[in-house]
């Protein structure tokens, strides 16, 4: 008898014994899960294939008796169940290449506890590998098809097989197909063949390409009850395909996508006209709907946000042309007001006299102008010029009278990555704001009070693949930048007509995010951030690196056990530093997500988060010393919205660099008074990151 019938015969005389038992079998509660022999794969991911779950602890079961939105039922073993997830874990292996797996059960039951825990051996057996890839009706394709039909392939030689590759390397090879004129292509067949000689696979795609197809006309359509209306002209210019040309559907949706960044539409859709096609005239026609938004707009603004790692409060009134002398320009006029860490203020202090010369009260205020060109150089770049005048209170001495013209070019070079280009000409000041306590403390740091005018030159470059910018649970984010400030106005200093000093540096920045959701959707997602970088004067600089070019830590969205620009490896972290090197483990639980509401709050909006911060800000880049990496963790609470999530964090400092020798640890601090006693509270909007 083989194995696999030993299989089958088990598998009934389980069922068959469930069924003889029922009343008894129902009542048992799954206490435990447990594979043995898997090697290759972690138990999560098989746990993951089941459907028969560990039955909760006795504290949820607790809440679940008293309400089913607080808590988790309890689980029973299911008989029908149990078959389908021996069947489910078997396919999982077959699938990913193991055919000749072997899968035993082990069952201990407790009927005075009424509990059962399951045990599952896995024999893995040898996994198969793909020795060839072979295709049919790929003769006589156009070389730009095969190009990309043999470029970035998902399944290669000497790879183990895996169901799900073939399935999506399939997907891809007919999205090739659409992407080069072949509307009407045809899978005949994907199949793979296993040789029990050598145990190994040979994956066949089989395809009817069909005939080729152009693009047809293209009728552009704007909303008739919208009033508003934008040159056609405009709208052509930014699609990524024209009449004559090879159909595209990849060119269709990225046109749509450029579209969409205008910000003029509040609707565009790009449709094919199928049914139109024929044998006869290889065009598919096109038709492009579109709908204004309104072009004048006057925007009055109250909100919050967490610029600088602090939770600001802000007032503004903004006034916004979109159409701006035609061809779907964007101009902005904007004035606001933002107060900084708002929960730190002194009220008292500030009403009784100090007013916003109070040095709990940081913020700014700021007038800016800027004109947004879409179409430059090509329907991916925009220009945009700008002037903004900004007073800057960031420190409890002095405030930063600032004027600052910027011209900044976006590129989408390609589907997830986006270049900028930024050239800043920014005048800064340093103003006191009381003469007298302020000159000493410039003469005691020996920090030149005349103003600085830089010239700075940036470039960054950004992919973002997060699922979701609001609340991503999968994919990453990064983005490196490089800065220069000082060789135009040494170059070209005369034709500025100021003899300002001016800091001349070079600066790199690097930050990344990653984002892992567990599989079979459970209610927890890690992130990790990791964020560093410096600045270094050259050629003798005249100035410093300018107080808003310098890095600082602490704050909502740095170091969590230290208020913003709180934390440096100095004894004046409100001056910055030019080195940075932070990171955060965060794990975020959503553990009402099943939950109901209760009047207006609804409980499954809720989330906690456990969070461990690292970092620093020193001087100099030779400067740091990891000896001298500050750690906090804590909690935090997060309220879903629809533009974001609002959180509230608790930060504790696990070691504090800069504290006393002997008490730096939170080991070696009076838990209640110098722990919790000296949190910091963040209130904030957005994820920390």
């Known amino acids: 008898m083989n194995r696999r019938i030993l299989h089958t015969v088990f598998l009934v005389a389980a069922c068959f014994s469930f069924a003889h038992a029922q009343e008894r079998w129902e009542d048992l509660e799954v206490s435990g899960i447990r594979f043995e022999g898997n090697e290759t794969f972690r138990d999560d991911a098989l746990l993951a294939v089941m459907r028969t779950k560990e039955t909760p602890g006795g504290f949820w079961k607790f809440l679940y008796k008293i309400s089913e939105k607080l808590g988790d039922r309890p689980e029973y073993i299911d008989r029908v169940q149990f078959a389908q997830d021996y069947a489910r874990l078997k396919s999982f292996y077959i699938d990913q290449g193991f055919f000749s797996s072997r899968i035993d059960t082990l069952l201990r039951t407790d009927f005075g506890r009424k509990t059962i825990s399951l045990t599952f051996l896995v024999h893995e057996g040898q996994r198969s590998i793909i020795d060839s890839i072979q295709y049919v009706g790929f003769d006589a394709l156009p070389p730009s098809l095969m190009e990309e039909i043999e470029s970035r392939p998902l399944i290669e030689v000497g790879e183990p097989f895996i169901a799900e590759h073939v399935i999506n390397e399939r997907a891809r090879i007919v999205n090739a197909f659409f992407n080069n004129g072949f509307a009407d292509v045809h899978v005949d067949s994907v199949a793979a063949h296993r040789y029990t000689s050598t145990n190994n696979i040979t994956v066949n795609f089989a395809l009817s390409p069909g005939k080729r197809y152009l693009f047809g006309g293209i009728a552009v359509r704007q909303d008739s009850l ?6 056609e002209e405009v709208i052509r210019r930014h699609l990524d395909f024209k009449q004559g040309e090879f159909y595209s559907e990849g060119k269709r ?4 996508r450029n579209l969409n960044r205008l910000g003029v539409f509040e609707t565009s859709r790009i449709e094919p006209i199928i049914g139109m096609k024929s044998d006869s005239l290889l065009e598919i026609p096109t038709q492009v709907f579109v709908r204004p938004r309104p072009f004048q707009e006057l925007v009055p603004e109250v909100g919050v946000n967490d610029e600088n790692n602090a939770f600001n409060v802000l007032l503004g009134l903004g006034y916004n042309n979109r159409n701006f002398f035609g061809g779907a320009r964007n101009f902005q006029a904007k004035f606001q007001f933002q107060l900084q860490s708002i929960q730190d203020v002194e009220f008292s202090r500030v009403f ?9 009260v940081i913020g700014n205020a700021e007038l800016s102008f ?3 060109q879409p179409y430059f150089l090509d329907n991916k770049t925009s220009f945009t010029p700008s002037l903004s005048f900004i007073v800057e209170k960031r420190h409890k001495y002095y405030f930063n009278p600032i004027i600052r013209g910027r011209f900044s070019v976006t590129s ?3 589907r997830y990555t986006t270049a900028f280009l930024d050239w800043s000409l920014e005048r800064i000041g340093y103003e ?8 000493l403390y410039f003469d005691s740091l020996s920090i030149d009070r005349r103003p600085q005018f830089n010239s700075i030159l940036s470039f960054t470059l950004q992919r973002d693949k997060r699922n979701d910018i609001f609340y991503p649970s999968a994919g990453f984010f990064q983005s490196v930048s490089v800065e220069e400030a000082g060789l135009i106005p040494s170059v070209f200093g005369g034709l500025f007509g100021t003899d300002l000093p001016y800091s001349k540096y070079i ?13 079979g959707g459970q209610p927890s997602i890690w992130a990790f951030r990791l964020y560093g970088g410096f600045a270094e004067l050259y050629g003798q600089s005249p100035a410093p690196v300018p107080i808003t070019r310098r890095f600082f830590g602490g704050g909502s969205g740095s170091v969590r056990g230290w208020r913003a620009r709180d934390l440096a490896a100095s004894t004046l972290p409100e001056e910055g530093g030019n080195a940075v090197f932070e990171g955060t483990i965060e794990n975020r639980w959503n553990l009402l997500r099943d939950a109901g509401r ?4 609804e409980f499954n909006r809720f989330s906690l988060v456990f969070f461990l911060d690292f970092g620093n800000v020193w001087t100099r880049l030779n400067e740091i010393r990891v000896s001298e990496i500050a750690l906090a963790s804590g909690v935090g609470v997060r309220y879903a919205t629809v533009a974001g999530p609002v959180r509230i964090d608790l930060g504790f400092r696990v070691y504090d660099p800069m504290g006393v020798p002997d008490r730096r640890w939170i080991t070696r601090r009076k838990f209640y008074e110098e722990t919790l006693g000296n949190f910091v509270l963040h209130i904030g909007f957005a994820h920390s990151f």
């Open 370 to 372: 800027q004109i947004n």
């Open 253 to 256: 949706i990225d046109s749509e």
């Open 412 to 414: 989408q070079t390609a």
């Open 352 to 360: 009784h006299g100090t007013g916003l010369r109070d040095s709990s």
């Open 432 to 439: 006191p704001i009381n003469a007298a306590i302020g000159a």
């Open 226 to 231: 919208a009033p508003e209306r934008v040159d």
């Open 507 to 519: 600066k790199l920045s690097g930050r990344g995010q990653w984002y892992v959701g567990p599989p």
């Open 598 to 601: 209760l009047g207006f709050i």
